[in-house]
């Protein structure tokens, strides 16, 4: 009996972690409550916030994937590939790759709630911490540490991925507001990771933040403000910061654009890189598919292949790693800043790291950027890569912003 008592109590937890966050009446959110599920207003005691810490972090593991997977779709490493692959069948993917993408695209739709959701229970951690007098330090250095991380990695995630306009992306509403412009939100975003960096627990997590810290400016190409950070960013043999899977909450690149089903492909470049050098499979983690069951018709005769992600289901999936980190040092310096290290040194650790060839002579932005192609493919960073050193692929009709979603637009007065 107490084994089943204990049992049902951690279920009971589980759900609570997993799902508080639908309880929250300060984002947009157009279904209903479930009567079961314990209200966000009744986790107010410090014996509590370790629950609320697993939900912040478990919410944003949830919207990671599924963000980074439609981001990538929207970029030019991944596709949308009908005639060819027999799984990609669904129109709302088809729109994401074609930048033809509808408010009401429900491929968009789930990850931009999940974003809202993670977004406000950071929020909501960090309004519980300075509402309990903790008699645990460490847990309450640790609650908001994690509050601070997560509030800013997710309005990072608005500015860097959603638009109001079409042509003036970049722009998303937090708690109805009007719409936020992307430098506002990135300016947010570096405000709680300053905060995160005065809070972190350990060395390690210093170094996380401080190479999150440092992106934002890249993403901004201010490259003289990014490297203070990144150079006590990050370092070789770090571990990367992760989104946390499991069989029993997959990856999505597994689910949309791998073995489980292929609505996106790789884009042959990928494949060409391995041809040109096979240890650069090390890295790419995708493989080719020339089962008949997975082709069309038309591709079958034609004696097509494709390449997908070949990640397993419970593969976690980088948020930022050190290789990522060395990369954008090496960017700066080829922009014109003094680093500590060299461009073409820095490029070697991270191949090296994979066992692929050194490069020789000089490093330039395009090696850089073909260098980021490769280490950043399973991340949604290429589409930023894209608009912020102006090769976006798409023409000027279409989006290179996802557009802010039609529940937020029927339920937010300010847009």
């Given at each position: 009996?107490?084994?089943?008592?204990?049992?049902?109590?951690?279920?009971l937890?589980?759900?609570?972690?997993?799902f508080a966050?639908?309880?929250?009446e300060d984002?947009?959110?157009?279904?209903?409550d479930p009567?079961?599920?314990?209200p966000?207003e009744n986790?107010?005691?410090?014996?509590?916030?370790p629950?609320v810490?697993?939900?912040?972090i478990g919410r944003?593991?949830?919207?990671h994937?599924a963000?980074s997977?439609i981001?990538?779709?929207?970029?030019?490493?991944w596709?949308?590939e009908?005639d060819t692959?027999?799984?990609?069948?669904?129109?709302?993917?088809g729109d994401?790759?074609?930048?033809?993408?509808q408010?009401?695209?429900?491929?968009?739709d789930g990850?931009?709630?999940?974003?809202?959701?993670?977004?406000?229970?950071?929020?909501d951690?960090?309004?519980k911490?300075?509402?309990?007098?903790?008699t645990?330090?460490a847990?309450?250095t640790r609650?908001?540490?994690?509050g601070?991380l997560?509030?800013g990695?997710?309005?990072a995630?608005?500015?860097?991925y959603f638009?109001?306009?079409?042509g003036?992306g970049?722009a998303a509403?937090?708690?109805?507001?009007?719409?936020?412009?992307?430098a506002t939100?990135?300016?947010?975003?570096?405000t709680?990771?300053?905060?995160?960096l005065a809070s972190?627990p350990?060395?390690y997590e210093e170094?996380?933040v401080?190479s999150?810290?440092g992106?934002i400016?890249v993403?901004?190409?201010?490259?003289?403000a990014?490297v203070p950070?990144?150079?006590d960013?990050?370092?070789s043999g770090d571990?990367?910061?992760?989104s946390?899977?499991?069989?029993?909450?997959?990856?999505n690149?597994y689910?949309?654009?791998?073995?489980?089903?292929t609505?996106?492909?790789v884009?042959?470049?990928?494949a060409?890189?391995i041809?040109?050098?096979?240890?650069?499979a090390?890295?790419?983690?995708i493989?080719?598919v020339s089962?008949?069951n997975e082709?069309t018709d038309?591709?079958?005769t034609?004696g097509?292949?494709?390449?997908?992600?070949?990640l397993?289901?419970?593969a976690?999936l980088?948020?930022i790693?050190w290789?990522?980190n060395?990369l954008m040092?090496?960017?700066?310096e080829?922009?014109?800043?003094?680093?500590?290290s060299?461009?073409?040194?820095?490029v070697n650790?991270v191949r090296?790291?994979y066992?692929?060839?050194?490069?020789t002579?000089?490093?330039t932005e395009?090696?850089?950027?073909e260098?980021?192609?490769?280490?950043?493919?399973?991340?949604?960073i290429?589409m930023?890569?894209?608009?912020?050193?102006?090769n976006?692929?798409?023409p000027?009709?279409a989006?290179d912003?996802?557009p802010v979603?039609?529940?937020e637009r029927?339920n937010?007065?300010?847009?």
């Amino acid at each position: 009996m107490d084994f089943i008592m204990k049992l049902n109590k951690l279920l009971l937890t589980l759900v609570v972690v997993l799902f508080a966050a639908v309880s929250c009446e300060d984002y947009v959110q157009d279904v209903d409550d479930p009567i079961d599920l314990v209200p966000q207003e009744n986790l107010n005691a410090e014996d509590q916030i370790p629950f609320v810490i697993d939900g912040v972090i478990g919410r944003f593991n949830i919207n990671h994937d599924a963000l980074s997977v439609i981001a990538d779709g929207f970029s030019d490493a991944w596709e949308f590939e009908p005639d060819t692959v027999s799984d990609a069948t669904f129109p709302t993917f088809g729109d994401i790759d074609e930048g033809d993408i509808q408010f009401d695209n429900n491929s968009v739709d789930g990850p931009y709630n999940t974003l809202g959701q993670a977004r406000f229970l950071a929020d909501d951690l960090l309004q519980k911490v300075d509402a309990i007098t903790f008699t645990d330090a460490a847990l309450e250095t640790r609650a908001t540490y994690i509050g601070n991380l997560y509030a800013g990695l997710t309005r990072a995630a608005y500015a860097s991925y959603f638009g109001v306009e079409l042509g003036q992306g970049g722009a998303a509403p937090i708690d109805n507001s009007a719409p936020i412009p992307a430098a506002t939100l990135y300016d947010n975003a570096k405000t709680f990771l300053e905060a995160a960096l005065a809070s972190a627990p350990s060395a390690y997590e210093e170094r996380v933040v401080n190479s999150l810290i440092g992106r934002i400016h890249v993403f901004q190409n201010e490259f003289a403000a990014a490297v203070p950070y990144l150079e006590d960013g990050l370092q070789s043999g770090d571990a990367p910061f992760q989104s946390i899977h499991s069989l029993e909450s997959q990856q999505n690149y597994y689910a949309q654009a791998g073995p489980s089903r292929t609505q996106f492909s790789v884009n042959q470049r990928f494949a060409d890189y391995i041809a040109a050098e096979p240890t650069e499979a090390n890295r790419l983690a995708i493989e080719e598919v020339s089962d008949p069951n997975e082709l069309t018709d038309e591709a079958e005769t034609n004696g097509s292949t494709f390449w997908r992600s070949s990640l397993g289901p419970d593969a976690n999936l980088n948020i930022i790693s050190w290789q990522e980190n060395n990369l954008m040092l090496a960017e700066a310096e080829v922009n014109g800043e003094t680093i500590t290290s060299d461009a073409l040194t820095l490029v070697n650790e991270v191949r090296a790291a994979y066992g692929i060839p050194a490069l020789t002579g000089t490093i330039t932005e395009a090696i850089i950027l073909e260098e980021r192609d490769k280490e950043l493919l399973h991340t949604g960073i290429r589409m930023i890569d894209q608009r912020r050193t102006g090769n976006w692929h798409l023409p000027a009709t279409a989006w290179d912003y996802f557009p802010v979603t039609q529940s937020e637009r029927n339920n937010n007065p300010n847009l």
